[in-house]
């Protein structure tokens, strides 16, 4: 009886220890990380907010059609730490965005680096380490 008690307490400690791990999304499972497209697009939208930053812009093709993309970064407080703030970018911005795309071939993705109209470059991959405290 007792080693019973002992196991279903070592069970249920068990999964409450990493219930929160199994909760978040693998962005692998998502995204393509083999093969990152670049693409050009004027910023739609900006929304700096858990617990994602997210980023929605137009992307026009050579036929001039235009399509809707969305990307996801990191979390703000893990922007802010990269440089990044809530008003870097602006509804207007035309941004080149590197991005892994969607294995579900819709437009969106996750964000690697986006190039600012004034030719700064930012990342903000989900996958990529935090930047190292100082």
């Known amino acids: 009886m007792k080693s019973r008690l002992v ?13 929160p791990a199994l909760a978040h999304h693998g962005t692998n499972t998502e995204y393509d990380s083999e093969h990152p497209i670049t693409v050009v697009g004027t910023v739609t939208e900006f929304a700096f907010s ?5 980023i929605y812009f137009d992307v026009k093709d050579a036929k001039g059609n235009v ?6 970064s ?3 407080g893990r922007l802010v730490r990269a440089g990044w703030t809530r ?15 969607a294995r579900s071939g819709q437009p ?5 680096k986006v190039v600012l109209p004034d030719g700064r470059i930012l990342g ?4 990529d380490p935090p930047p190292a405290q100082q």
């Not at 858990?50 to 997210?54: A, G, S, T």
């Not at 969106?108 to 690697?112: A, I």
Request: neutral net charge; glycine residues 12%; charged residues 10%.
């Open 87 to 101: 008003n870097v970018i602006k509804p207007g911005d035309q941004l080149t965005i590197t991005l892994e795309p």
């Open 50 to 54: 858990n617990p994602h930053v997210q």
């Open 7 to 19: 196991l279903a307490l070592f069970l249920v400690s068990g999964f409450l220890l990493f219930r």
């Open 74 to 76: 990191a979390s703000p």
């Open 67 to 72: 399509t809707h993309w969305g990307v996801e």
């Open 108 to 112: 969106v993705g996750g964000l690697k």
């Open 124 to 127: 903000g991959s989900v996958t």
